[in-house]
């Protein structure tokens, strides 16, 4: 927002505009055209104030008028269907059938579910004699006409972005008349928009039990099991597509993002390359950049990131990825675009906070503090507003785990689960030293490192079920009526699923840092595990969490006091497995690691069982897939750069501060 602009009043604008809709209603566009002007003074972006009066401008004939205001909604809004819409109405009263055509078919394929662009093409191909133009309109809005007129309204807000009114049209719609494969459809879309996929994976498959040849639920559905990490499903059901598509450019993106997850990165690239030629071309750039970036192919990987920012300038996501290198330093220029790109009012959102976290990194490289710390907090405000973590429930699942797991509760189940002793857990915050744990710990030619798995959670969800994780959720509490067969099998589940992360080495690191919220869990299916606490000084680890945009997950990062109030939950929660585990944990700090490397690698080493290697002390020459946002900084020697980092932003952070409270002494406790 311009720093000149009103700061809007979201319930007072909310308010406004409900008025402005029954004014519309009503037909008295007089009334609705002053009420929309009042409402874009108060809040200069609204959207959809600005569409109401460029339609109430246009049933006052005021035809200039109208589209001068779809000008300047493009320009904030340039894939809002809407505005081509109404724009090409606005060409129909002006008799210009071509540019009426123009207008339509822009909305159109910004947006499917339009029944009115579609009709009014229809009848514009047949003024102007394109008879198959005029059939292929008509085709469309037959389809239209045959699913219910609320799953259609209800796709074409999906289709504008406009998440709330969709999934509030189409729950209703589907609870008042039953499942409908299309219904299901939406909502699960609107699920995934949201980064939300349990749901989406369930109400997909029930869609394509009653519908199997549903080409494209059944995509969806790949790409959702692509989300949850069941790459092997994921390839499976893409098979099934490609056999009739073979070429289709969507199924091979899918098809390479499969691969990328089961670590087979040269066939993604490959099938990555084969796809450049087309406008698209900056997202196919940035995946080759990511999977190069995993293999340790720095210089290839910046030349991929920045072709994607050259051939898209507001490229948000190639600026963060260059930056989250870690190693990169922007020159002039690159900064030049990004402010501009950032204060470009068409700019998205997603682009918009990519841009804030690029822009704090490379003004933090320059030393430029006060700049950089102003983007981390906008981007973070920025990623804030599109998240739903609320910590009470982390904190619920917390006391609930402490409850259900106690000594007693081990005791009485010593002995089960599978006994492989293979896993090896790294558990933490993100931004604790983990990635160089692992790093040092996969040099060893008796261990593999992974990746970070997702294995662990996707059972916990399948013990949880469908209940939200709320503070009512079967699990834990599930854990006390589970037989030692049961547990048994958990463990030999865990350990099959994981084989397709593996090639055969006798141990493995599972490095998903969360998992330390369900070590009762991992201990019970898995007792011969070992387990390794990664732990960072708090300061320096919540603030490196702060100035982190993750690729999906770890929502309790975006604010100081989520961020504060998890690294307290974990350090509470850790506190009790050291009580009811006693000597299966064995806690690392990052700052030792610095100061004494090899006295840590050989205790890391003694307490998994295995014999020192040397290689082990220049771990940063050992070459394998990393997946983290500290992959560049492993390929490095250690040093103690990172350590003090946070203290450059010290006279910002005392919010933070007071919110660790007790844990910044604390953190260091037996």
Known sequence: MNASEPRPDPAAASQDLTQLQALMRARNFVDALS?????????????????????????????????????????????????YEERGRCYVELRQAPQAIQAFLIAVNLNHALPGSWSMLEGLYRMTGEAQNAAMAASHVATLKNIPPDIVAATAFFMDGDLDAAESLVRAWLLKNGDHV??????????????????????????????PDY??????????????????????????????EPESRTLRMLEAAALVGVGEHERAIAIYRGLLGSPADADVHLSIAHALKTLGKSPEAI???????????????????????????????????MRTALAAPATGAVDRYHLCFALAKALEDQGEYAESFSFYELGNRLKHGEIRYRPAITESNTRRQIEV???????????????????????????????????????????????????????????????AEGTESRYPRILESLTETEVRQLGEKYLSDT?????????????????????GLVHLMLPNARIIDARREPMACCFSNLKQLFANGQEFTYGTEEIARYYRTYLELMRHWDRVLAGRILRVYHEDVVEDLEGNVRRMLEFCGLAFEPQCLVFHETRRSVRTASSEQVRQAINREGLDQWKHFEPWLGPLKDALGDALTRYRER
Request: hydrophobic share 40%; aromatic share 8%.
């Open 35 to 83: 009420a929309g002007e009042a409402l874009l003074t108060a809040n200069p972006g609204h959207r959809d104030a600005r569409l109401f009066v460029a339609v109430a401008q246009r049933y006052l004939r005021r035809i200039p008028d109208a589209l001068r205001s779809l000008a300047a909604l493009e320009e904030r809004y340039p894939r809002f269907s809407r505005l």
């Open 182 to 211: 299309e219904g299901m459809r939406l909502l699960a879309r609107i699920g995934i928009a949201r980064r939300i996929y349990d749901d989406p994976e369930l109400l997909l498959a029930a869609a394509l039990e009653r519908a």
């Open 215 to 244: 080409r494209a639920a059944r995509q969806d559905y790949a790409g959702v099991l692509i989300e949850l990490h069941r790459h092997e499903d994921a390839r499976r059901h893409i098979g099934m597509l490609l056999a009739d």
């Open 303 to 337: 030349a991929s990131y920045r072709k994607a920012a050259e051939l898209r300038p507001d490229f948000g996501d190639a600026y963060w990825s260059l930056a989250n290198l870690k190693t990169y330093r922007f020159p002039q220029a690159d900064l030049q675009q």
């Open 405 to 467: 797991c106690t000594a007693e509760f081990f005791a009485a189940r010593q002995g089960w689960g599978a006994p492989q002793p293979g896993p090896i857990f790294i558990v933490g915050l993100p931004r604790s030293g983990s990635t160089l744990l692992e790093q040092i710990l996969a040099s060893h030619s008796q261990v593999e490192g992974t990746q970070e798995l997702p294995n662990v959670q996707q059972i916990v969800s399948s013990l949880r079920g469908r209940e």
């Open 499 to 519: 084989r397709a992360y593996r090639v055969g080495r006798p141990f493995f690191i599972d490095k998903n840092p969360n998992n330390f919220r369900h070590l």
